[in-house]
């Protein structure tokens, strides 16, 4: 499927769900451009309508109705389904709703981002539906923080987060969701918060503060991270990988190389030092990425290949392999 052409005014936006309706009631695969052109122009104050035309449907059809939108919004420009997705958030399966929080997600609209809202303040909302609306808002707050988007609901979106983080009364997944989603926020109480939950005895929070130190691209995070390296536990070591892998700087080359050395060092956290080394670049890591390119294990083979790439993307590097020039640099 190509990118959406100009169809405006072609097909009704009610007309057009109703062919999509009835093209994943008869078990299409694909929906034709038009119709999902149509249906990305429904208006705010049609969704009794939506909702009843959803209504012809099965839980597995509206379920595969998602999918279909979700992964057509993710990969073309040009739609908007933030009206559908957001009706769906009244069905009764809590598994659509959840894939029609992770659609809003991809949405980036403001309308989007006011669900999401209501969704994560919800106390009568399924819990897993809740973590996938916390975990939106961190992404949410990732574009704001970085310019990407702008948004009316923006100290809604920081204050909401910092709520549910603080909230010792909330389920801890979400508040860990908040913890993590809350780190790339520029403010004086963010690393107080990340540091209350580090220390915290739920392994949950904990783990949600180190993915926030990731996220907050802080290299003053470096030395606490280096501790997690050696935890005894799996899922905190990865997460520190993941998390200098994330912070980017150079100085987290030498402790990710480390891991390398070590003979209980698993699979699974080899392949994640890759991609870390991969998106912190410089000339130790593609030293080691280079030489990881002959590693028994193929996945290593591959992630390194992929990571090297990224690595010489970021920095300019001349070489992906011996008496190789690309990009004709050496010239310039």
Not at 129 to 134: D, L
Not at 151 to 177: C, G, H, K, P, Y
């Amino acid at each position: 499927m190509s990118e959406p052409a100009n169809y405006q005014d072609v097909a009704d936006p009610l007309d057009g769900l109703s062919r999509v309706v009835a093209a994943i009631s008869s078990g299409q695969l694909e929906l034709e451009p038009e119709d999902l052109h149509a249906v990305s122009r429904l208006s705010s104050d049609s969704q009794e309508l939506v909702l009843q035309q959803l209504s012809e449907l099965e839980s597995v059809g509206r379920f595969a109705l998602l999918e279909r939108l979700h992964r057509v919004s993710s990969e073309f420009g040009g739609y908007d389904f933030t009206v559908l997705f957001a009706a769906m958030m009244s069905d009764d399966d809590a598994s659509v709703r959840t894939l029609a929080v992770s659609g809003l997600a991809s949405c980036e609209t403001a309308g989007a981002t006011v669900t999401l809202l209501a969704v994560a303040r919800s106390e009568e909302e399924d819990v897993d539906v809740r973590r996938e609306a916390v975990v939106a808002l961190g992404e949410v707050a990732m574009r704001l923080e970085l310019g990407w988007a702008s948004s009316e609901a923006a100290d809604d979106v920081v204050e909401t987060l910092r709520f549910i983080a603080e909230d010792v009364r909330e389920d801890e997944q979400i508040r860990a969701s908040a913890v993590s989603g809350v780190g790339v926020v520029t403010a004086d109480w963010v690393s107080e918060l990340i540091e209350e939950a580090f220390e915290s005895d739920a392994a949950a929070l904990h783990l949600g503060a180190i993915q926030a130190m990731g996220r907050s691209a802080d290299v003053s995070w470096l030395a606490v991270l280096e501790g997690s390296l050696v935890a005894e536990d799996e899922d905190e070591r990865l997460a520190a990988v993941q998390a200098i892998g994330e912070i980017g700087s150079e100085d987290g080359a030498p402790m990710l190389l480390e891991l390398f050395d070590d003979p209980y060092t698993s699979e699974e956290l080899i392949r994640g030092a890759v991609a870390a080394l991969g998106e912190i670049g410089g000339e130790e890591a593609v030293e080691e990425l280079q030489r990881l390119r002959t590693h028994p294990d193929p996945t290593v083979r591959t992630t390194a290949q992929s990571a090297l790439e990224e690595a010489t993307w970021l920095d300019d590097f001349n070489d992906l392999g011996p008496n190789q020039d690309l990009f004709g640099w050496r010239d310039e």
